[in-house]
């Protein structure tokens, strides 16, 4: 069965509970989609593999040696093609033990990362909203080790080996992220 959107959607909230997943899932599909625009990607594709990477991360307690790894099965029924099981699977370089090595790869490690990231900084703001913060607040705040401490930086200075330096690679995501503002809640 070939997947669409909506059912993917479903698909995705009969595995995740967790409302803040679920908002990190909209993002990261929202920023999938912006970068395989820029980089004349496949945008559905795209878009679907960051909707559905972190599929199992419930089912697997988000145990690092496991996680990435289960949502193949989860997804079983549908026909989704071996790169986007693939990419899935790679954002978890923990659990494959195996390098990123494409750039499909990379933009879901990095683009999944830096959600979380822009979300961390969208909070600092008095009024908690991604149409206040400033892209260059969010660069000066990658420096601050204890800021967001949780999220990988060197997960988000993948961009580059896509091709997109940081500056940019920001400033994509955050305008990626304010079209699905509703959504996500910010
Ligand atoms: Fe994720």
């Not at 940081?166 to 994509?172: C, K, R």
């Amino acid at each position: 069965m070939k997947i669409s959107r909506d059912l993917a959607l479903l698909k995705l909230s009969e595995h995740v509970k967790n409302e803040k997943t679920i908002v990190h899932c909209l993002a990261s599909e929202a920023v999938m989609r912006a970068l395989a625009r820029r980089l004349g990607e496949d945008e559905e594709r795209w878009g679907l593999t960051g909707l559905l990477h972190d599929i199992d991360v419930e089912v697997t307690n988000a145990d690092p040696k496991v996680h990435a790894l289960k949502a193949e099965e989860l997804l079983s029924e549908f026909d989704l093609d071996e790169e986007i099981l693939d990419a899935i699977r790679m954002h978890n370089d923990e659990a494959t033990g195996i390098p990123r090595s494409t750039k499909f790869h990379h933009a879901l490690a990095a683009g999944e990362t830096i959600t979380g990231f822009i979300y961390a900084t969208t909070l600092v703001y008095p009024d908690k909203k991604i149409e206040s913060i400033k892209y260059k607040s969010v660069r000066k705040r990658m420096k601050e080790k204890a800021f967001a401490a949780g999220v990988n930086r060197d997960h988000i200075m993948e961009c580059e080996k896509i091709g997109i330096q940081l500056d940019e690679f920001i400033q994509l995501s955050v305008d990626a992220m304010r079209e699905v503002s509703d959504e996500i809640g910010l």
